[in-house]
């Protein structure tokens, strides 16, 4: 058995349960030819953002100078 590596991006707006199709790239034996190897998408849950359609969300409390000057102190 031969080992590859297969390569793909992961696009911007793909979501859960997506699927990556890599034709015929399966293993291929005497008497069958290779099929398709898929790979689907399992979007897990972050601790800090939460997903809505195509953008990322986030909460977080700042001062009210942290606002206005654009800073955050840790």
Known sequence: M???DLKFD???????GEKVVFKGE????????????????NQRPHPKFK??????RMSMTIELKDAILGT???
């Not at 992961?10 to 859960?16: A, Q, R, S, W």
């Open 72 to 74: 955050l102190s840790n």
């Open 26 to 41: 399966s293993e291929q034996g005497l008497d069958f030819y290779p099929g398709d190897v898929i790979l689907t998408l």
């Open 10 to 16: 992961i696009e911007k707006g793909m979501v859960d």
């Open 51 to 56: 997903r809505e359609g195509n953008n990322l």
């Open 2 to 4: 031969k080992h590859r």
